[in-house]
């Protein structure tokens, strides 16, 4: 069984950083496309960052560009998600989510292309 482990969140103040990991057991992620996702209060599954196989290809939504980085060590089969200059709005449920395939840059932002998905980790950031 493929899974995917999320872990990282917490409360925090507006301005603070948090790291979050994805940590997949299973399978190697070598190959994969590997992402962020998030759940704010009432809203959709937004897409926040996405990688590549190598980490040399990436990819963010407006709102956290500068603030976030999506990184990955494949030989842990671990991602992360750096969030620096965290902001009330930024609270959510974050998940991680991979696409055995190489990067599709017309699908990496869609959720309904990856295959694999946590359970996801809080995020709350008070102003």
């Known amino acids: 069984q493929v899974q995917l482990v999320e872990s990282g969140g917490g409360l925090v103040q507006a301005g603070d950083s948090l790291k979050l990991s994805c940590t997949v057991s299973?399978?190697?992620?070598?190959?994969?496309?590997m992402a962020w996702f998030r759940q704010r209060p009432g809203g959709g599954r937004d897409f926040v960052a996405t990688?590549?196989?190598?980490?040399?290809?990436?990819d963010y939504t407006a709102p956290v560009l500068g603030r976030f980085t999506i990184s990955r060590d494949n030989a842990k089969n671990t991602i992360y998600l750096q969030m620096n200059y965290l902001r009330p709005e930024d609270t959510a449920v974050y998940y991680c989510?991979?696409?055995?395939?190489?990067?599709?840059?017309?699908?990496?932002?869609?959720?309904?292309?990856?295959?694999?998905w946590g359970q996801g980790t809080q995020v709350t950031v008070s102003s």
């Open positions: 989510a991979g696409k055995t395939s190489v990067y599709i840059t017309n699908y990496v932002r869609t959720t309904a292309w990856y295959e694999y």
């Open positions: 990688i590549n196989w190598s980490g040399g290809t990436t």
């Open positions: 299973g399978r190697t992620i070598e190959t994969s496309t």
